[in-house]
Structures are given as C-alpha cells and as structure tokens.
C-alpha cells in the first residue's frame, strides 16, 4: 500500500484547510487509516481515524470539533479537513494504514506534509 498525503502549507489562525490522503496498491487490505502529526521538537501523536467502512472514526482531544476525518472510497482517499487553525496546530501531517480495525501499529505510512500556523 502507497499513501500519498497532499494539502500543507501557510495559513493564518482561524483559516481552514483540508489535506487529502490517496491510498494506491493493496488497499482491499485496509481497515482503518488515520492522520498523525509531529511538531518540532515533539513525538509524533495521533491526530484522528477512521475506519475504512463503516462510520467509526475518533479524534485527539486538542481537534476535537475543529477537525473532521472522512473517506472517499471510490477515490481510496482519506480526508482531514481542519478548520479554526491555531498556531499550536502547526506540524508535519502524515497519513497511515493499518490492516486491523484495532491496535497500537500502523503498517503503512505516507510522507509527510507540512502545515503551517501563523498567530
């Protein structure tokens, strides 16, 4: 499975943006995707998830009611649309797969891309 995360840049507080994650290869192998983040200078933390069918999804504390996940199955893309952008926000966005609805591991990883935060 390939994963292909777009949709960084600069924005100022308050904006909103939208990144997109297009999965390609094994996708039937897939049972949930997520979006993590790592600031500099911090651990990567797990941003949100959702599953790949079905309506189950979850979000970090610090998104919640900013950010939403969602899927396209068609396009085997995932969504994080991110509105209220706080400057706290900022962070290299990776999205990843994993083959279980469950667990700590996520088995595959796309390159990061990178939103920017200015107060």
């Known amino acids: 499975v390939q994963l292909q995360a777009s949709g960084g840049g600069l924005v100022q507080a308050g904006d909103s943006l939208r990144l997109p994650c297009a999965a390609s290869g094994r996708t039937f192998s897939i049972k949930t995707m997520g979006w993590f983040r790592q600031a500099p200078g911090k651990e990567h933390d797990v941003v949100a998830r959702i599953n790949w069918s079905g309506n189950g999804t979850a979000y970090a504390d610090s998104v919640k009611g900013r950010f939403t996940i969602s899927r396209d199955n068609a396009k085997n893309t995932v969504y994080l649309q991110m509105n209220s952008l706080k400057p706290e926000d900022t962070a290299v966005y990776y999205c990843?797969?994993?083959?279980?609805?469950?667990?700590?591991?996520?088995?595959?990883w796309g390159q990061g891309t990178l939103v920017t935060v200015s107060s």
């Open positions: 990843a797969a994993r083959r279980t609805l469950a667990g700590p591991s996520f088995h595959y």
